[in-house]
């Protein structure tokens, strides 16, 4: 294993940018006769493996689908128990990933946050604002059908405001407006626990993403499976809509 991170860490074709969908916490507690809340404990074991491994490995980027808007139709005791969760991680963690040197951010309508959460966070943002290493993206309360919409609305308003032309509208102008500006695209998408589903997460964003996905329950998921699916990355042909003998003439 310790050979293996050796060789990601110094590899040219190392994903810059990975998203995961963590997917399975019910499940794993289900299977384990555990509640569900249970799962969603464990999973964080999990993020914080994750996170220290890709600070390690030199990767740019790391978005974690936190929290999506249809996350909202779950139970209520469910949503209470996952918001007192997150709001506990988060204070119990900031400073470690702050010493990492590790950037926290946030995508997505953190206003629809309970006042204590959405405090915490902000301010682990705003803490770690200037540090330089993994950026550390967590999606609350996110649905990328509403972030496009979002930004049609701001470009709609701006065309009847005057302040740009119709044809002016392009894929760069576009993404200025995304929740996710100055980050680069997802190479690689990784989905626990074998649902075959993007879920309504970086619909834009992962046009050319490659996509891993793997049976294992997200509280499951550690090192070990981590780094399996960064060398399966690697091993691909990224293509981008040519063909292999354009690559390598």
Not at 9 to 27: E, F, T, Y
Not at 29 to 58: D, M, T, Y
Not at 203 to 227: D, G, M, N
Request: hydrophobic fraction near 35%; aromatic fraction near 8%.
């Amino acid at each position: 294993m310790d050979r293996d991170i050796e060789q990601l860490k110094n590899h040219p074709n190392l994903p810059r940018h990975i998203a995961v969908i963590m997917d399975g916490n019910g499940r794993w507690a289900k299977e384990k006769g555990l509640p569900r809340v249970a799962g969603h404990a464990e999973g964080i074991n999990s993020v914080r493996e994750i996170v220290e491994l890709s600070g390690e490995l030199g990767i740019d980027c790391l978005t974690l689908y936190t929290f999506s808007q249809e996350n909202w139709l779950r139970p209520k005791n469910e949503i209470e128990a996952l918001m007192n969760l997150l709001l506990e991680t988060i204070n119990q963690e900031i400073e470690n990933l702050h010493r990492n040197n590790v950037r926290v951010m946030t995508i997505g309508n953190v206003d629809d946050l309970p006042e204590s959460s959405r405090k915490s966070f902000l301010e682990g943002v705003d803490y770690t604002r200037n540090n330089s290493g993994l950026k550390l993206v967590l999606a609350l309360s996110y649905g990328s059908r509403d972030e496009i919409l979002m930004v049609a609305r701001k470009l709609a308003a701006d065309v009847q405001n005057g302040l740009i032309q119709p044809d002016e509208i392009d894929r760069s102008l576009f993404e200025s407006k995304l929740y996710t500006y100055g980050l680069p695209d997802p190479d690689l998408l990784i989905r626990t626990s074998g649902e075959h589903r993007i879920s309504n997460f970086l619909l834009w964003q992962i046009a050319y993403s490659e996509i891993y996905i793997t049976p294992i329950f997200w509280p499951a998921f550690r090192r070990a499976e981590y780094t399996q699916a960064i060398w399966d990355y690697i091993n691909r042909e990224r293509r981008f809509g040519k063909v292999s003998e354009q690559l390598h003439p």
